[in-house]
């Protein structure tokens, strides 16, 4: 038989093997569709799972942990005391925050192992900004933006007491939900709500494996076997809380915890 020549019949051997390969084949398989379920309601729990922040302002002492958001979404009665902690303090102007700002945050805080009950403090060093305060400010400080995200309701600089600058840096660029500014000197990160962007990292991400890049449109997601359509808002919103997750695993496998 000519070395390229193959039987009729396979030997025993032969068969034992393929036996076993379709075995493989058909656990694999089975691992798979059983999976796919799993991490649906893996992934359904945590878009539905209520959500709390925990924010103190340095210029007022003004505290608040407050619940502000479940189904993805965010509660509406939460936003009036936000958006007062948030206020402007150097007139004392109040502004509507962008309820996006805190789906990133929350993001922020669960890739620091912070989890979703509200134990970890935001030190807030500036949430809205009026355009009178923006002008006044950019006299002194040309880093300052014409039409900055603080006039809308839609940035905030904050630290967290005893995380590095850096490790909270490098999580709000892993979470990817909006712009990020690094301002070690004066020990705080600016985060916003507009394209994904930033600044005063020198060009430095973390790595995230391929697939991190959830889309931010609407979606679906499959639960025991019945199509659950995403809003844009919970499609950004469990994208971002992927992300978060991820870094933190990564995070935490880097520093043995």
Do not use: C
């Not at 900055?148 to 660029?173: C, K, N, V, Y």
């Amino acid at each position: 038989m000519a070395k390229h020549d193959t039987p009729d019949t396979p030997t025993r051997p032969d068969r034992r093997r393929m036996l076993r390969s379709l075995i493989s084949a058909a656990a694999t398989a089975a691992l798979t569709l059983a999976a796919k379920p799993g991490r649906a309601a893996e992934n359904l729990a945590d878009l539905l799972a209520p959500r709390t922040l925990s924010l103190f302002n340095v210029h007022t002492a003004e505290r608040l942990a407050i619940p502000y958001g479940i189904d993805g979404r965010v509660i509406p009665a939460a936003m009036p005391a936000v958006s007062q902690l948030l206020h402007d303090h150097h007139d004392g102007s109040v502004h509507e925050i962008d309820s996006r700002l805190l789906e990133v945050l929350f993001a922020i805080v669960r890739s620091v192992g912070g989890g979703g009950s509200g134990g970890t403090t935001l030190q807030v060093l500036s949430g809205y900004r009026s355009p009178h305060t923006n002008s006044l400010l950019r006299l002194s400080d040309e880093g300052v933006a014409v039409n900055s995200f603080h006039m809308r309701g839609q940035a905030i600089d904050f630290w967290i007491p005893g995380l590095p600058l850096t490790e909270l840096h490098r999580a709000a660029l892993a979470v990817r939900g909006g712009g990020v500014g690094y301002y070690p000197a004066h020990h705080f990160i600016h985060v916003d709500v507009g394209p994904v962007r930033q600044w005063g990292s020198f060009g430095w991400s973390p790595a995230l494996p391929p697939g991190h890049g959830e889309s931010f449109q609407g979606s679906t997601l499959m639960v025991n076997g019945r199509p659950m359509h995403l809003t844009p808002i919970q499609a950004r919103t469990l994208a971002m809380h992927r992300r978060a997750l991820l870094w933190d695993r990564q995070r935490r496998r880097l520093t043995g915890q």
